[in-house]
């Protein structure tokens, strides 16, 4: 199994950027789907971005044009670049992986905070 590690999260203010990236163990990366799903206080998990194997994005209406996910394969990673940023972009931000064939997100990291206050 994939162990999935989130780092980058902190304290930015609001407008900033953040880049948080999740490191895969093993190999093989690339016939993964790629997930950032976030959770805040007292609100369900949601996602925020996937990334495919051919590197098709999607982003949840609420970061579309703000977020960019990314990965590279060669180096287990996938990154996600956070620009003006919100306070309501405050949550736990987790990373996770779904295998073939259903590609469901089934694997999770620790999460990393992110909080977006002046």
């Known amino acids: 199994q994939v162990k999935l590690v989130e780092s980058g999260g902190g304290l930015v203010q609001p407008g900033g950027s953040l880049r948080l990236s999740c490191s895969a163990s093993g190999s093989g990366l690339g016939i993964y789907r790629m997930f950032w799903y976030r959770q805040a206080p007292g609100k369900e998990r949601e996602m925020v971005a996937v990334?495919?194997?051919?590197?098709?994005?999607a982003y949840a209406d609420s970061v579309r044009g703000r977020f960019t996910i990314s990965r590279d394969n060669d180096k287990n990673m996938v990154s996600l670049q956070m620009n003006n940023v919100k306070p309501e972009d405050t949550a736990v931000y987790y990373c996770?992986?779904?295998?073939?064939?259903?590609?469901?997100?089934?694997?999770w990291g620790q999460g990393t905070q992110v909080t977006v206050s002046s």
């Open positions: 996770a992986t779904g295998r073939p064939p259903n590609f469901s997100p089934e694997n």
């Open positions: 990334i495919t194997t051919s590197r098709s994005t």
